[in-house]
């Protein structure tokens, strides 16, 4: 329940502030809407540009984008499509994760050098990843039964390189005497 009183006395709260607070979370249309509306603004085309590139009206794309119609999964492939992208749909939803500008740009770099798609640098960066957050988890099993390492000194990552054919991590591990030693 909103706490009335705290929202009159303030001047201002943040309508990410309100729905976090009320526990609205959007659901996969309105995450969806949200990131083509982003990309579109992020690429710097506006609504008629990508009307035109979609083969459809202004209109109909701000309908779209204010969540006033839901359009067909041809028509979501379309829009992908005139911003660069493939729409992918799949039921593995708890699985999927949305990846920042940053790292995009990082992955289509890596892919761009290795002459590989961005979807094979992706998986390989997250094969990597997982091996690595099973090496930590591996260490903290082993700091745990032996008690010699102080458990909250996992190894770290320090850097990570590719070698033409799969990421690489690079992690220093301290031994009892706080060396580091990789």
Request: negative net charge; contains cysteine; proline residues 3%.
């Amino acid at each position: 329940m909103i706490d009335r009183m705290r929202v009159q006395d303030e001047q201002h709260i943040s309508f990410d502030d309100f729905e976090k607070e009320i526990g609205y979370e959007p659901d996969v249309y309105e995450n969806l809407v949200l990131e083509i509306a982003c990309e579109r603004a992020r690429l710097g085309i506006s609504q008629q540009e990508l009307a035109a590139a979609v083969g459809t009206t202004q209109s109909a794309i701000s309908r779209f984008e204010n969540l006033g119609r839901k359009p067909s999964l041809s028509f979501l492939e379309r829009l992908a499509s005139a911003l660069g992208h493939k729409l992918f749909v799949t039921i593995f939803g708890e699985y999927q994760m949305h990846l920042g500008i940053d790292q995009r740009e990082f992955i289509a770099q890596e892919a761009s050098f290795l002459k590989e798609s961005t979807q094979k640098v992706a998986q390989l960066v997250l094969d990597e990843g997982l091996r690595v957050l099973d090496d930590r988890i591996h260490w903290r099993r082993i700091t745990l039964e032996s008690s010699t390492v102080d458990v909250d000194d996992p190894p770290q990552i320090v850097s990570m390189s590719f070698d033409g054919k799969s990421p690489s991590f690079s992690a220093e591990i301290p031994d009892q005497l706080g060396v580091a030693i990789s």
